[in-house]
């Protein structure tokens, strides 16, 4: 069975920092992307960021470019997101997703295995 358990969720305030993780079973891990996306109330899924377990390539929303940092640990099977110097509008549930066939990867339609998400939500 594969499943995605997102953790690290929580309450920060403006500016501040929190590490999201991804530990992912079920699959060839070596064989998947993983990205994370997000979506706010009333806003549709928006990609985040995503990173080539193969390869290590990664991807990142104009949003979030120099303030979050995707990684793979591959012994552990789990995708980090570091995010620093969240604003409030980072203020959403995240959600990781898994696709075999990456193609652009902040696109939701191209994954097919998602985890429940996890809050974040950023005080001003």
């Known amino acids: 069975e594969v499943q995605l358990v997102e953790s690290g969720g929580g309450l920060v305030q403006a500016g501040g920092s929190l590490r999201l993780s991804c530990a992912a079973s079920?699959?060839?891990?070596?064989?998947?992307?993983i990205g994370w996306f997000r979506q706010a109330p009333g806003k549709e899924r928006e990609g985040v960021s995503c990173?080539?377990?193969?390869?290590?390539?990664?991807y990142y929303a104009d949003s979030v470019k120099g303030r979050f940092t995707i990684s793979s640990d591959n012994a552990e099977n789990t995708v980090h997101l570091e995010m620093i110097n969240l604003m409030p509008e980072d203020t959403a549930i995240y959600y990781c997703?898994?696709?075999?066939?990456?193609?652009?990867?902040?696109?939701?339609?191209?994954?097919?295995?998602w985890g429940q998400g996890t809050q974040i939500t950023v005080s001003s």
């Open positions: 990173i080539s377990s193969s390869d290590g390539s990664t």
């Open positions: 079920g699959f060839t891990f070596d064989d998947y992307a």
């Open positions: 997703a898994a696709t075999r066939w990456l193609l652009n990867g902040l696109w939701p339609s191209e994954f097919e295995y």
